[in-house]
């Protein structure tokens, strides 16, 4: 199946498309001498959008919601995204994507790591941390990372590393959510190091990070669920 045969008309054409894609990549490569891969981020757009992802050769995309992402995963070939899960997740969603997910960007209590455990033993995490510690924001506190990175491993999870937002329109509240989140990873030698987006993917390139989840600099501005 390829993007050209499922064209929607709200999609860009496929060749801007991969054209975005292959010049953030070959920026992030610069940037960071390669240590920084790119994760497109589908959300809010049509299955066109994996399609083509999938065209331009990455096989990782990222949802932020678990029924868009069981829908799109339901329209592809079994087995040919390794799906990220990297928006808020609720216990009763687990059971539904467990064993579809390859990494789970946004554990970050000790309840929902007792539910992918037992829902996906054995599963690829990252603990979601909120270093500036903002009110109704997802993550958990710095002061937690050590004991849920801990739990995860007695759990039998594979905690690859970890995963926090910038603070939106705030460049120096962005620097230090990042530089917190590298400090962290380095001390509890975590390699994997998610955050950046479309707007601070620079900065975070420069703060360690080596995956950054891009949507809107890919695919455009998205419309409103």
């Not at 990494?103 to 539910?115: G, H, I, K, M």
């Not at 690829?124 to 009110?135: H, N």
């Not at 509890?188 to 900065?203: H, Q």
């Amino acid at each position: 199946m390829s993007p050209e045969n499922r064209l929607d008309p709200s999609f860009p054409p496929v060749n801007l498309v991969l054209d975005r894609i292959e010049e953030i990549r070959s920026h992030l490569d610069n940037r960071s001498g390669g240590r920084t891969r790119l994760l497109p981020v589908t959300k809010a757009f049509p299955v066109e959008a994996v399609l083509s992802v999938l065209a331009a050769g990455i096989n990782e995309v990222g949802e932020n919601y678990a029924q868009e992402l069981l829908e799109k995963n339901s329209q592809l070939p079994q087995g040919r995204v390794g799906w990220h899960m990297i928006g808020g997740l609720q216990r009763n969603k687990v059971r539904h994507l467990a064993g579809v997910v390859n990494l789970w960007q946004t554990v970050d209590r000790s309840s929902l790591l007792d539910e992918v455990a037992k829902r996906d033993p054995g599963a690829r995490i990252l603990v979601q941390v909120d270093p500036l510690d903002g009110p109704g924001k997802a993550g958990c506190p710095p002061s937690e990372v050590e004991a849920l990175v801990a739990r995860g491993v007695d759990l039998g999870l594979e905690v690859a590393g970890l995963m926090t937002v910038g603070a939106a329109g705030d460049q120096e509240g962005t620097r230090h959510a990042f530089k917190v989140l590298a400090g962290l990873a380095d001390s509890l030698g975590l390699p994997e190091r998610s955050m950046g987006m479309t707007d601070d993917m620079d900065l975070a390139v420069d703060m360690g990070s080596t995956l950054v989840r891009v949507g809107r600099a890919i695919f455009g501005e998205r419309q409103p669920r």
